[in-house]
């Protein structure tokens, strides 16, 4: 298997010097090594000789549930983790919320030995493993899946279900190193039952950790998205048909220091969505001058649009 260490240095250097710089040439230079690094992980996937799913229905067969994962269990969770489901629950609009631990993931999908194995042996890490547990829910089950940072502001909207597949979709500023170009968010993602789109992501990775005992990058996933957004005029359909509803993806968690102002609560009232990416990895204040930041009233429960 290549070795991208080398391309994902250069990347990463001639970005700094296109942010340290402003020079065009450094990021002309970064988007050249992301396409030939992107051609690469495309070779890897060809070789994997995966065939399109075929077994998708005319009609979206939507299924109301909510699916986040938490391997440890939610007691075990960091509190900002725990006030996020807590927000989901909230306005699961009526969804079924079901989370994914340790303990139970296999009452709901049955994976190949062989990778369970590779899962057990840390092979396969927890996050790539969550990636496969996604898809495969998703393709077995239909529904929404949640990271377990997703907060949520809003109920979930009811026309996500007219949707065979659906995400955060969002305008990215340039080529800045977004993997799906703006087209999805792999934390966010709505798919029919059986759906084609997820079915075919879902069976890559099967077929690659089948085959595999390492990760060959960690976005692999949003890698496979963009092999059949650009390779399958189908799944390329599939994926332009959905609203763009992620352009404010990321406000709470720019926001989380600030204290919760009048200017602050028209930005949350304006966005149509209200779902919001966090992590539980941030510094974040719990007072801001005096003044509760919306970081604290989160955690203490009270953050709320009005």
Known sequence: MMNLNAT??????????????????FQRAACH???????????????????????????????NIIWICWFQGLDNAPELVKRCVDSVYKHSNGYEIIIITEDNFSDYITLPG???EKYNSELIGKAHFSDLLRCCLLYEYGGVWLDSTIFMAHDLPSYLANYSFCSLRFTPADCSGS???????????????????????MNVLLE????????????????????????????????????VLGENRFLLKNSMNEHFSLEIQKQFMEDPIGIYKLSYKGSYRTSNNGQPTIYSLILDGTFELK
């Open 208 to 243: 690659y950790w089948q085959k595999h005992d390492k990760i060959i990058d960690y976005f692999l996933m949003d890698y496979i998205f963009s092999y059949y957004f650009e390779n399958d005029s189908h799944s390329r359909e599939i994926i332009l048909s959905q609203p």
């Open 8 to 25: 994902n240095k250069l990347i990463k250097k001639t970005r700094r010097w296109h942010k340290k710089t402003g020079f065009s040439l």
């Open 114 to 116: 062989v990778i369970i």
């Open 179 to 201: 993997i799906s170009n703006g087209f999805w968010t792999t934390y966010f993602l709505v798919s029919e039952k059986n759906g084609y789109l997820i079915g075919n992501v």
């Open 33 to 63: 090594f992301e396409r030939k690094k992107k051609e690469a992980i495309f070779s890897i996937i060809d070789d994997l000789k995966v065939q399109p799913d075929d077994s998708h229905t005319a009609e979206p067969m939507q299924s």
